[in-house]
């Protein structure tokens, strides 16, 4: 089989009749035409990818770790569970692009095109997401731990069940995003926008939400224990049976929220703006 870059000069060809794993391990395919291409399963590792059309093509469980995929298209490829662990995707296209179950620890995603991409029990951690939008994405049960999301656009995104431990998102907008079961122990919250956010069963102990925006946020159930949410705006917000002991409520907007059954034991609530009912 010959492989083409994309002024139809010939780059590789191989003995194989398909691409399905192909040993293409370090090879220079800088500008590729594999459009369509079915490369499943095939080795990738340290290629180079610059520039290559890899649109439509399928790359379910693919070794691409360390490969060269930056300004590469990949608009609606399957990469479902591929390796790109270390790979530098800087400016390429992903929209619309399946990476459900995909390693991307420590991969360059900076300035990259994801809109509308899936990444649910994806493995980001570590990778580089500076520049990037990430609204309305399928992010659930992916592993962003450790991971800069500052300043990122995370409007409308499924994060539901995804481990955000120790992650940076100061800046980002959260609004309408679900993070529903989410792990967000150590992360950086404060200031940020919450508002109308599904926080239902989510981990949020010790997490400093200091000035947060969390009205109308549903907080049902969620872990608050040791939580700074001083001076936060929890108007309206949803706090039924959630876990607040030792929370410091000081000062926070807690009017017309629905605290019923929530733990409020040794929580700190001097000057707070309290609901004209409580059913504790």
Known sequence: MKIYNLDN???IETNSKTLTGTNLAGKPLVKADLNYANLSYSDLGGANLHIADLSNANLYG????????SDAELSSANLSSANLSGANLSDAELSSTQLSGANLSGANLSDAELSSTQLSGANLSGAKLSGIDLSDTDLSRANLSGVDLSNTGLSGANLSAANLSGVDLSGA??????????????AKLSGIDLSNTDLSGAN??????????LSSANLSGAKLSGADLSSADLSDADLSSADLSDADLSSADLSDADLSSADLSDADLSDADLPATIDL
């Open 9 to 11: 000069k010939l780059i």
């Open 62 to 69: 693919a070794n691409l770790s360390g490969a060269d995929l």
């Open 173 to 186: 907008n959260l609004s309408s995003t679900s993070l529903s079961g989410a792990n967000l122990s150590g």
């Open 204 to 213: 949020l102990s010790g997490v400093d939400l200091s000035n947060a925006d």
